[in-house]
């Protein structure tokens, strides 16, 4: 009884460690001036938060990051606050996948106009509607 116990308890910590070792992605090379999650407060996965966004004004480094094996995916769609026009999007799928963009990746509209952006960021899976929608604007002014 008492072996049984302390190898759940060894389980425990391993799913603790790889948990942490998928967080700190080495993709992520940037401080994040800005960090978003999706809104799951109805509970979808394991993860409350399995969606997350960095973004570093300065060089317009964006990563998009999947933290929850539930399913869904997460995509980000960035906007010119102003007019609308739908500049780009990313999409993480899967586990610990993490997306990338940033202003000298040579993709259209990577390198964002230095003015409010809308970013937008949800999940979805396909037979589902979109859910944990959450907006915000940045003034990208470095
Ligand atoms: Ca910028
Ligand atoms: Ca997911
Ligand atoms: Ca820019």
Known sequence: MRMKKL???????????????????????????????????????????????????????VFLADYDADGYSVVLAAFMDGTGQLLYTLKASGAGDVQTANAGDGIAYHNLPEVNIRFRMYLTKSGSGQVGDVTHVVNNDS
């Open 7 to 61: 190898l759940t308890a060894g389980a425990a910590a391993l799913l603790a460690t790889v948990g942490t070792l998928v967080v700190a992605s080495p993709a992520e090379a940037v401080d994040c001036d800005h960090v978003w999650y999706t809104d799951e407060s109805d509970s979808i996965g394991s993860v409350d938060q399995g969606g997350r966004l960095c973004f570093a004004e300065h060089g317009d480094y």
